[in-house]
């Protein structure tokens, strides 16, 4: 398995632009996630969906879009890219077990730079 | 989620057992002590987790104490690639929005050779 996978690896941006971070995971889990991570400080939840054709905002949705067309992937729009986006950017995913718990897997993240 | 508290930093010699130790004084009845590890630039790692009693794993132990309101993470022959921010989380698996995870400040741990 290669768990999730996350590119690109490194992106720079000029303020306005747009792009796409993809995320996909061969784990079969149903739970994704979009958290980003700005220099210094702890995750912060974006965007998670708890399956195909459902998602939801977290914590800081604004400035992004996602959607869940399928399982194995969950595809983060940024829409007029802003320095204040400038972070690393990373996707997770996971599933409830049998005893109820519940493991995130990270992917290696996405380092966005807006200029 | 029941707030945790552990040290901002701790140093380990390489081969010797490192301790980790987090609070968490208000942790209710159905909340999980989970672990996670961050290594300088990559995604957070899953290391371990447990209700009540004490769990092990190819990677760690963890000691939970009786009242729970305590528990020690350890790595019992630290590397120098242990060298991590780890984060203690207490929560109840699914309960939050989607259920995300609430990453605190950590304890970097420096393993020296």
């Known amino acids: 398995n290669a768990g999730v996978t996350q590119t690109p690896k490194f992106r720079i941006l000029k303020i306005g632009q747009s792009m796409t971070l993809q995320c996909t995971q061969d784990?079969?889990?149903?739970?994704m996630y979009w958290y980003r991570q700005d220099p210094g400080m702890g995750l912060k939840l974006i965007y998670y969906s708890v399956g195909a054709g459902i998602t939801d905002k977290g914590e800081v949705p604004n400035g992004y879009n996602v959607s869940r067309s399928t399982t194995e992937d969950f595809p983060l729009r940024l829409e007029l890219a802003a320095p204040s986006q400038t972070s690393v950017y990373f996707c997770?995913?996971?599933?409830?077990?049998?005893?109820?718990?519940?493991?995130?897997?990270f992917g290696p993240g996405t380092r966005l730079t807006v200029l | 989620d029941a707030k945790t508290t552990q040290p901002p930093s701790m140093d380990c010699a390489e081969g010797r057992a490192a301790n980790l130790p987090c609070n968490h004084s208000?942790?209710?009845?159905?909340?999980?002590v989970y672990w996670y590890r961050q290594i300088h630039s990559q995604g957070p790692q899953y290391i371990i987790h447990?209700?009540?009693n004490n769990e092990t794993n190819e990677m760690a132990s963890l000691i939970i104490t009786e009242d729970r309101k305590s528990s020690t993470l350890i790595l019992p022959h630290a590397t120098l690639r242990d060298t991590a921010v780890y984060y203690c989380i207490v929560r109840v698996p699914g309960k939050n929005a989607g259920n995300m995870l609430t990453f605190g400040g950590g304890t970097r741990l420096m393993v020296k050779p």
């Open positions: 784990m079969n889990h149903n739970y």
């Open positions: 208000t942790i209710s009845g159905n909340e999980y």
């Open positions: 997770a995913s996971s599933s409830l077990g049998r005893t109820g718990t519940d493991t995130q897997y």
């Open positions: 447990g209700l009540k």
